[in-house]
């Protein structure tokens, strides 16, 4: 990716990101997939808990992304990497990150494909209607990463009014609040840990930004955008997660595959019937905006990999698009057709997902760090002689 703003080809970036676009983009990318099954992985009340100890826990991963944003030492964009880790370790660190943009965008697509098919259209060509939201995320991720991002904006408020129809259900007769006790059990439910690693993963996002050149993003803004961003997901997974709760209970809820896209199936309103066949293509764009993110990152990775070899324009673009159409083809004729499959790669995705947020912020902080311990040292030791 470039390493300047305002540099030529798909990553050029006019002018830094504002505070909408970074808090909207880090809160799509947080929640886009993992809100809608999360309640079943959870399913006890004391899991309310688990949320606020993720949510704590990635406060601190976004203090260290937005310190390595205000420290000149740490790397910034590609030409950064380069110089802080040398071209055979940022050689390995790009295909790994081509793996990891390439896996997420599948799983998020193969994700909202089945449930366009579990819910609206049981006779939909999956493979097929994958094919064609793919072939949307490269409408919009052509336009650049600039617009793109700020796409961010339409994206959330496309979709966040989805969230004010379930409010009904805090107030239904049909709600049992009995079901939110005991907040502290005697003894912790098995597979806590487990839980744990999927709330830790569906927190996961804002590390992408590390990507960004330092010139595009304003270090105090970038700050306050992810707190806001991060505590405004956590309110929204114990929001439906309680929700869901009250409405299923603990028993039923554990069975659900897809409990917040169900609960759609219940929303009543008098002036207008069968409301998923609204809501559900609205998540569209979401799941488009974070698609060509991705997308855009594969290519970002592809360019750099391949160095002079291609040209600055849209090629590695349309490369990193042709890659991920032969595996969301693949997922589709393969995998996603085996439940059991499919449930394996959603799996795959989470510690994925746990193991980037973990390591990348982690990570550069601690590069800068030492950078400056170093600096600090030479200093030190040229001013005694």
């Not at 379930?166 to 007769?173: G, M, N």
């Not at 306050?224 to 997660?241: K, Q, V």
């Amino acid at each position: 990716m470039a390493s300047r703003v305002g540099s030529a080809g798909l990553f050029s970036i006019s002018a830094p990101f504002g505070f909408l676009s970074l808090a909207f983009w880090a809160n799509r990318m947080q929640t886009l997939y993992y809100l809608l099954y999360l309640p079943s992985v959870l399913a006890e009340p004391v899991m309310i808990g688990l949320i606020l100890l993720a949510a704590g826990c990635s406060h601190l991963n976004i203090l260290m992304i937005a310190r390595c944003f205000a420290w000149k030492e740490t790397p910034g964009g590609y030409l950064g990497i380069v110089r802080t880790l040398g071209t055979a370790v940022s050689f390995l660190f790009l295909l790994a990150g081509l793996f990891a943009v390439l896996m997420k965008g599948i799983v998020l697509m193969m994700g909202y494909v089945d449930i366009v098919h579990h819910i609206l259209f049981p006779a939909l060509h999956a493979t097929l209607f994958g094919i064609l939201l793919l072939c949307a995320c490269v409408y919009l991720a052509r336009l650049g990463m600039e617009k793109t991002i700020r796409f961010a904006i339409v994206a959330f408020v496309g979709t966040i009014w989805v969230t004010f129809l379930y409010v009904p259900f805090a107030f239904s007769p049909a709600a049992e609040y009995r079901h939110l006790l005991p907040l502290l059990p005697e003894h912790m439910p098995q597979g806590i840990w487990q839980a744990f690693l999927t709330v830790w993963a569906a927190f996961s996002g804002p590390e992408y930004m590390l990507a960004l050149p330092k010139e595009a993003v304003d270090a105090k803004k970038l700050k306050t955008a992810l707190i806001a961003a991060n505590a405004f997901t956590a309110f929204e997974y114990i929001f439906f997660f309680v929700i869901c709760l009250t409405f299923y209970g603990s028993d039923y809820l554990q069975r659900q595959d897809l409990p917040i896209a169900d609960l759609i199936r219940y929303i009543q309103l008098p002036f207008a019937e069968r409301l998923e066949m609204i809501l559900i293509p609205a998540y569209a764009i979401s799941f488009v905006y974070v698609v060509a993110i991705l997308l855009l990152y594969a290519a970002g990775a592809i360019q750099c990999l391949a160095r002079s070899r291609l040209s600055a324009g849209r090629a590695p673009l349309w490369l990193a698009f042709l890659m991920m159409l032969l595996l969301t083809w693949m997922a589709g004729r393969w995998i996603w057709p085996d439940e059991w499959k499919a449930k394996e790669w959603i799996t795959w995705l989470s510690w994925l997902d746990a193991s980037t947020y973990t390591v990348l912020p982690f990570g550069f902080f601690l590069l800068g760090w030492i950078t400056i311990r170093r600096k600090w040292r030479v200093r030190h030791a040229g001013g005694s002689k």
